[in-house]
Structure formats: C-alpha cells, structure tokens
C-alpha cells in the first residue's frame, strides 16, 4: 500500500536494524582517532530526472535505531520529494553551488582548511548536515539505471565508513529440492567497508543480520526487541 516502496527501503531499514543490533559499523574514523556516531545519517544519490541532462543530488535523511520499513518510506520520501521539488535547490546543491562561486586558487585553500577543522572535529554542524561525505552510510542505486551494482570507494574526505550499492533486477534458472529447474530473482548488491572502525569477525556477523533481514523482511515491520549501545 505505500507507493514506490521498493528494495532501496528494505536496504535502508534492513542496516538501520543492523546499526541496532551492533553499533559498532556506526563508528568512523577521523584525526587518527575512532569515535562511535550519535546519531544514524545515510546519504542517498538522487537524479532528478531520467535523462542525460538531469543533475544528480545527494541527500542526508537522519534515522532512529527503531525506525520500521515504514518509518523509512516515510522520511525518505519526504526528503527526496523535497529535492526532487524544483532546479538545484537542496541543502547540498546550494553549498556546493557557493563553493563553486570561490576563485580556484582560494578554492584549493578552502578546501584544506575544511580538512584541517575536520581533523580536529571542528567542522560547523550547518556543513555536516549537508555533506555528502560525512554520515553512518552512503547507498545507490544502480537498479534505477539498468545496471549491476559497482564497488564504490570511500572518500578521502569525510567519515563515511560503509558504501552500499545495489543493482538491477534479474532472473536465474535454479535446481529446486524436487531437482526441478524453477526461475528465481535476484538483485544484487555490494558493500565497500572501513575495516579500521571494527575487526572482521564483527562485521561478518553484522552482514548475516542484514542478510536475514533481506530475506525475511517482514522483520523490519516491527522495532527492534532491544537497541544495543556502543560502548563508550
């Protein structure tokens, strides 16, 4: 019943109740140092429009650790309707629009003083509410475009320490039980880590709950039982 509810949602909602569950893919890294994230931020990539000519946007929508499926649909949806609205008019595309304003030589100053106070935590919250380089996640779609998913790098800049990408929908030929050929889907999708906010081990397990929350999404219908904090 809620419109243009799709697999973007139940990757969104399935790793907020992965961040629930274990807190720890929450942390980043920054001034050498490993904090743990007091809030849960995803960045998602929008294209205004399915054309060549259409501008791409990037938008930060805010969660809660017990937000359901549908709490999901609903915040995203109003944000990317938001950004969808009207001609580069996000929080994102007017920072950069300014930014683009600076001559290039101050620019290049710009940008390594924005490095420095980020460094040192000091970066103003105006400018970690809009960045697309700063949150708990960033996800694409390359479904939308027909595509299998990529393996996106995690920026130099910023604190972003998981990339999930997703892809097209497709069909596979399969031996069922019975040794009958039956016609499943699938879509695929990938996910780019920083192995330094947790060891390897934690972020298997964390991967199997985001793996039996896709294949049994009627979990995220409901909140989480219990909410785990990260230590300290």
Known sequence: GLKGF?????????????????PAVNRFVSGQRVSSSNRIAIN?????EMTLES???????????????????????????ESKGGEL???????????????????KFAIW???????????PKFLLNVSPFHGSMFITSMGSLGIP???????????VPVFISFGAKKSVNEIDDNGQ????????????????????????STLKILRGCLRHPERLDTPPEE?????S
């Open 6 to 22: 799709g697999i973007m949602h139940i990757i969104v909602a399935a790793y907020i109740r992965c961040i629930s569950q274990r």
């Open 44 to 48: 998602i990539n929008v294209k205004k």
């Open 55 to 81: 501008p791409d946007t990037v938008v930060k929508i805010v969660f809660e650790p017990t937000d359901t499926a549908d709490d999901v649909y609903y915040k995203m949806k109003t944000v990317i309707d």
């Open 89 to 107: 008019d996000s929080d994102f595309d007017n920072t950069a629009r300014i930014i683009n304003y600076i001559p290039r030589l101050i620019k």
């Open 113 to 123: 003083f924005l490095k420095t106070i980020d460094y040192f935590g000091l970066l």
């Open 149 to 159: 998913p990529i393996y996106h790098h995690l920026y130099n800049f910023g604190n």
């Open 181 to 204: 050929v039956v016609k499943r889907k699938y879509v695929d999708y990938t996910v780019v880590t920083d192995e330094r906010i947790c060891d390897g081990y934690y972020f298997a």
């Open 227 to 231: 909410v785990i904090e990260d230590i």
